[in-house]
């Protein structure tokens, strides 16, 4: 399979609107018969596996300038990228070339999963066996979220995945509606909601390839079986708008922290919520929550915050200030010691 680097240019550089018509038209001409709505745009398909990815981005401005490592291998831009999530968008037009599986494209996944709330409202149906988003960073990476079915499980790491943890995407939204098995598989980016964000070439090439065989693999249809609660998926805080999914790697250290801006936006677990005197950033726009019983701060592997226009935020040493960090499982310990 050859990379199609003309059409990867003009998904990166679309607005989600002009992507939303594109994308219409390009199913169209591929034989499929569109279903498009406000908030999402579907497609039914012969292969019984429904392919996820969202049309928007975080980045205030489109990538006109794209630069390429001297190898060839990693792009980004000074105006960001936006691997996440126009990455899922490309890999779902190359793999339907191969295997036409059912496709759903969602608005507006990073401002709250909007997309994929009005699908769930749209009463559509379809049968399928499984479903794959392609929404996650790095090149190796399988997230089940609140799906915990073994044998669902089994068959996506048999291609070579790893599990690992996740807050937040469509499918957390779209599987229980649908009743089925899903999994969120990395697509390739790095650095996310960050102006600094890369695409690796390689990995979403490779997983291009891994999720073709994959779909093109008979199984049978592996059903939503939800997850009970365990302490790897313990948070502090439930509910929209509020910080989940504590990071839960990284022993106690100290680290130079600021305040978030008043104007400054934060966004968990796909909703926007508005900053409080309690969230903190470090120099990379990571963010972390100040636990006044603790008189330490945690982080938040799955939240991030941005300016009003949607850039990593200007960090000021002079107004950081040098705090303890705990790791998610010392937090908890010391919580239950109060």
Do not use: W
């Amino acid at each position: 399979m050859n990379y199609d680097g003309k059409t990867l240019k003009k998904i990166l550089r679309m607005t989600q609107k002009q992507l939303k018509s594109y994308l219409d038209s390009v199913l169209q001409e591929s034989g499929y018969r569109t279903v498009n709505r406000k908030g999402f745009l579907y497609a039914p398909g012969d292969v019984p596996v429904l392919l996820v990815a969202h049309l928007d981005t975080v980045h205030a401005q489109r990538p006109e300038i794209i630069c390429f490592s001297e190898d060839g291998r990693f792009i980004m831009s000074p105006q960001g990228i936006g691997g996440d999530d126009r990455c899922g968008v490309f890999m779902i037009l190359q793999i339907i070339q191969e295997a036409k599986c059912h496709v759903l494209f969602c608005e507006d996944e990073e401002t709250g999963g909007h997309g994929a709330r009005a699908f769930t409202q749209s009463r559509l149906e379809m049968d399928v066996n499984y479903i794959v988003e392609m929404d996650r960073r790095g090149d190796n990476d399988a997230v089940f979220y609140g799906c915990d079915n073994p044998d669902f499980t089994d068959f996506i790491l048999s291609f070579g995945f790893e599990e690992k943890a996740g807050s937040f995407s469509d499918i957390s939204v779209v599987a229980p509606y649908l009743e089925t098995a899903a999994v969120n598989i990395s697509a390739g980016y790095y650095n996310e909601h960050r102006l600094h964000e890369c695409i690796d070439l390689l990995a979403l090439e490779n997983n291009i390839r891994r999720i073709v065989q994959m779909v093109q693999t008979e199984t049978e249809a592996f059903p939503f079986i939800r997850r009970k609660s365990s302490f790897h998926q313990f948070s502090l805080f439930e509910g929209p708008g509020k910080l989940l999914d504590l990071s839960a790697s990284g022993e106690c250290r100290q680290k130079l922290l600021m305040n978030l801006p008043d104007t400054a936006r934060l966004i968990s677990s796909g909703y926007e919520i508005a900053p409080k005197s309690t969230y903190l950033i470090d120099r990379e726009s990571n963010v972390y929550i100040y636990l006044d019983e603790l008189g330490a701060a945690v982080e938040s592997e799955y939240a991030y915050a941005c300016d009003e226009n949607g850039e990593q935020i200007a960090f000021s040493a002079t107004e950081a200030k040098r705090l303890p960090v705990l790791s998610m499982e010392a937090a908890l310990e010391q919580l239950s010691m109060i």
